[in-house]
């Protein structure tokens, strides 16, 4: 079943849609996604791993220092040793 919605967007998120074939399969997957990443948060939150905005901009953070940390030499050791099968 389905219903049919009307939504206010700023113009950017508006314009997004208009280049989509299909506005509605894809406001559909990003809500399911939000959905999926809010059931995820609540879960860890009931076995005591909230997260926080706090939290979020450390992992962020200390994504951004190891991928500044990353040459092309060790980006290239890394997928050799994804090449070659496990002993």
């Not at 948060?41 to 962020?60: K, S």
């Amino acid at each position: 079943m389905t219903r049919r919605v009307t939504v206010s967007l700023p113009d950017d998120v508006a314009s997004r849609l208009e280049a989509e074939p299909n506005a509605s399969a894809y406001v559909t997957q990003a809500v399911r996604d939000r959905m999926a990443r809010e059931r995820t948060a609540q879960l860890l939150a009931q076995h005591g791993f909230p997260i926080t905005d706090e939290g979020r901009e450390r992992a962020r953070q200390r994504l951004t220092d190891a991928r500044e940390r990353m040459t092309h030499a060790r980006w290239d050791q890394l997928r050799e040793v994804g090449r070659k099968p496990a002993a």
